[in-house]
């Protein structure tokens, strides 16, 4: 090997190890060392499948599902079933967990009518709030897709025409293409068929810019984990990389 | 059956190993890291929206910021919630941090309201407070839009939220100026419209990653919300409007660099499919 590259390489090994023993001295340092490793380990992933990957990806999940175990003890079942029960003597409480017990009776053959029972309670719960909440939810948006083709005269008014054009076209003809009751046949059919076919253009423009979005979003990821390796943890050790104006 | 190696120009651009384009894309990041050239941010309608939400609260009305994101969409949901935290300080509006689901986000946030608000002087149970996560998501929503006080019940540090000062007179959703919901998880933004925008008439803004906000134009379209922040670019946006660039306008600027070569990316191997295609026997397989 170059001897220059040598002494580049034993220079980068002295620092990380000079940031190593800085970090043993400090327990703040532990979580940054530990967050670098965790992330340069799952980006290993970049170079093949591989055990090291999956090791640290199963920490996060095991980690994620642990600290939901917690705050849901903590932020939920301690102040708002616990402290009543034993404290204010709501002993009446205590039927709770029972009911809720009633879902493991799915592994009985004999006795699984009784987790039905609490099944359909939930199912029934849960149609009654989607029902109330399905027309809130989606009513503006059909009163919105009403827009004037011939607005009165006011500021950007060609541009309020050019948008309220283009919605209304982009919406019958997106909704022509999922129109299947009439064949793409005869005079109407092959009419159909051609803004189908114009619905089916905006779908792919629309499909373009969300995979745009995607893309944006998964490079932002990528960019706050550098961030972090090079401005936090590489910076704790390195103080002109702290300093650089990231 | 063996691949056999590429030969010419165009068709060697069309099977670049991928591991030179994650090294390309490295090499921009950390470039643009270290020796950022700065592009403009100009902050679009949407986000001037949620501004301007925050900004219309009426005084004896707090906000809800719901942050139902966790560590991972932390570098677009992290500084989207900085951003309306201190727009909130900065505009003396009172705020909630909540979470409907992910609980990481409701520790995460209470960061940063901590480092915020020490810059603000604020004060916990004063100027804000958080109610830490809620489980119930629909049912919960629905019990406090009658009563706050008893479906909240204890704070992130587990206090009776009745006992916070900034809690006096919060009743219900009419005490309820503002929700802003940040987030990354596909079906919140429903549950808040569906059960409290739409029947009690809450002005409602989000802030969503990048990957699900172009599902939610059509809300911001129907009024349903009053703004919206897309990804990093909205948070960036958000700080260029509240006067304090941080960790998304550093993101933004290398992101715009990033996409760039992307762009290249995707003509160079558009314009080596199409020049393959011409030469008869190398394009066509």
């Not at chain 1, 083709?149 to 919406?171: E, K, M, S, T, Y």
């Not at chain 1, 745009?212 to 943890?233: C, E, H, P, Q, Y």
């Not at chain 2, 309201?113 to 929503?141: E, S, T």
Request: aromatic share 14%; proline share 6%; glycine share 10%.
């Amino acid at each position: 090997m170059n001897p220059q590259l040598w002494i580049l390489s034993a220079g980068a090994i002295a620092t990380v190890l000079r940031g190593l023993t800085a970090a043993l001295r400090d327990p703040q340092l532990w979580i940054l060392w530990a967050g670098a490793i965790a992330t340069l380990g799952v980006y290993t992933i970049l170079y093949r499948e591989n055990p090291v990957s999956r090791f640290f990806e199963h920490i996060f999940v095991g980690l994620s599902a642990g600290y939901l175990l917690v705050a849901t003890w903590a932020f939920n079942l301690e102040g708002r079933w616990w402290d009543p029960m034993i404290h204010e003597r709501r002993w009446y409480w205590i039927f709770a967990p029972v009911v809720g017990f009633l879902f493991y009776f799915i592994y009985s053959r004999r006795l699984s009518w009784l987790a039905r029972l609490v099944m359909g309670l939930f199912f029934g719960a849960g149609a009654g709030t989607f029902f109330r909440e399905f027309f809130p939810l989606y009513s503006p948006q059909l009163y919105a897709s009403f827009k004037p083709l011939r607005p009165d005269a006011q500021v950007g008014w060609a541009a309020v025409i050019l948008h309220n054009w283009l919605f209304v076209i982009v919406l019958l003809t997106v909704l022509s293409y999922f129109f299947f009751a009439l064949p793409h046949e005869g005079r109407a059919g092959r009419n159909l068929g051609r803004a189908a076919l114009l619905g089916r253009w905006f779908m792919m423009i629309a499909f373009g810019a969300m995979f745009g979005n995607t893309v944006m979003a998964r490079i932002s990821l990528f960019i706050g984990r550098m961030r972090f390796l090079l401005k936090d943890w590489l910076g704790s050790f390195i103080p002109w990389l702290a300093h650089r104006g990231m | 059956m063996t691949q056999a190696p590429p030969h010419g120009f165009w068709q060697r651009m069309q099977q670049i190993p991928r591991y030179y384009i994650y090294a390309l894309l490295a090499g921009v990041v950390i470039w643009q890291l270290l020796f950022p050239i700065r592009l403009p941010i100009a902050p679009s309608r949407a986000t001037l929206g949620v501004r301007d939400a925050i900004r219309n609260v009426p005084e004896d009305k707090i906000v809800i910021i719901s942050v139902d994101w966790d560590a991972s969409t932390q570098p677009e949901t992290g500084p989207q919630t900085q951003a309306i935290i201190e727009a909130c300080f900065q505009l003396k509006k009172r705020f909630a941090i909540m979470n409907l689901a992910a609980p990481m986000g409701v520790k995460l946030a209470n960061d940063i309201a901590l480092r915020v608000a020490r810059r603000y002087n604020a004060k916990y149970g004063v100027d804000w407070c958080n109610w830490g996560y809620k489980v119930g998501q629909g049912n919960f929503l629905m019990a406090v839009a009658k009563n706050i006080p008893k479906a909240v019940a204890t704070d992130f540090y587990n206090k009776p939220v009745s006992e916070l000062p900034m809690m006096r007179g919060v009743e219900n959703i009419s005490s309820i100026g503002l929700v802003v919901e940040v987030t990354g998880l596909a079906g919140m933004t429903e549950l808040w419209l569906g059960l409290i925008q739409g029947p009690y008439g809450t002005p409602f803004a989000s802030a969503y990653t990048a990957v699900m906000a172009p599902g939610y134009y059509p809300y911001l379209d129907s009024g349903q919300m009053k703004g919206m922040l897309v990804g990093a670019k909205g948070a960036a946006e958000m700080e260029t409007l509240v006067n304090r660039p941080g960790s998304a306008v550093a993101i933004m600027n290398v992101q715009s660099w990033a996409h760039l070569l992307i762009i290249v990316l995707i003509v160079i191997g558009n314009v080596a499919y199409f020049m393959g295609r011409r030469r008869p026997g190398e394009g066509r397989r």
